[in-house]
């Protein structure tokens, strides 16, 4: 049967309705059944007694960065124990603010999703955000330590959530956004010192990595019929949405907690080389999906080597 679907706008939002309830896509609908079978509890499936989250018993010490100190680092050597804490606090705290704009986003799709199975799976999605708040409100809660949204964050949120093209709002979300977070989360997960975030993204990556499976099934097939048009306006997009992401590493808020010329601590971020290969380390599933969507073209691919994003491969002959 072919899917019919009906539009309606209600004060400016866009709501179909689908009056075809058969299965539309196996994939998706496989992808919902093991959805379901995956959930977890924030409440009870994770040890929370178990860490630094505990209060009095966090230890800034134990805090690691994904980078080390070097002697062009704004901050004293002495200091880089209290820097490697605050790190962690505003990596912790922007995990926060990007799944409530995940929540955010996903239940938009519900609404939007021109297919059924789309529309079951997104709202699955939704209830796996809402965990994630959750969990992450409590760690950062724990740690006594927050922060507030980065500004460049903010305004990915924004726009995605006011976006009113569905496959927009599944391409910054479930692509850019969640696969950004997809690659922290298991950074996280391998290196943390601490117990309790090492189980919460340990979860948060299997729930991420079925919503970053989803966005790929949802768009695969539509990117390739895109007029020449449309795909130029998605490949804007798409660098527009790189250049925000990789702005929020420049950790301007992490400078200005701790006294460091705000200047002087973003030149270091944008040319230290550990923090480069960071940053390209956390694009690496973005990366990748863009490519299975048929989105890394040649302009794209400038774009994310321009951002120092994307790691070049050596001239021919010359060993990696």
Known sequence: MTVAYEVRETNGAEARFVWDYG??????RALYERGKTAQWNAAVDIAWDAGVGVPGQADPAGARSPFGWSASCPVPRE???AFQWEFHSWMTSQFLHGEQGALLATSR??????DLDTKMFAASQVTDEARHVEAYARYVDLLGNSYAVNPSLKRMLDTVVAESRWDIVFLGMQIIVEGLALAAF???HTRSFDPVIAQLTQLVA???ARHVAFGLLALQEIYGELTSHERADREEFVKEAALLMSRRFRLEEVWARLDVDVAAGTNYALQDQKMIDFRRLMFTKIVTSLAKVGLLTA???THLEQLELL???PPRGRAL
């Open 23 to 28: 299965a539309t896509d196996e994939r998706l």
């Open 79 to 81: 200091e880089w124990g």
């Open 109 to 114: 799709l519900v609404t939007m999703a021109p």
């Open 186 to 188: 298991r950074f996280e």
């Open 206 to 208: 299997r729930d991420e």
């Open 299 to 301: 302009g794209v691919r």
């Open 311 to 313: 790691r070049t491969l």
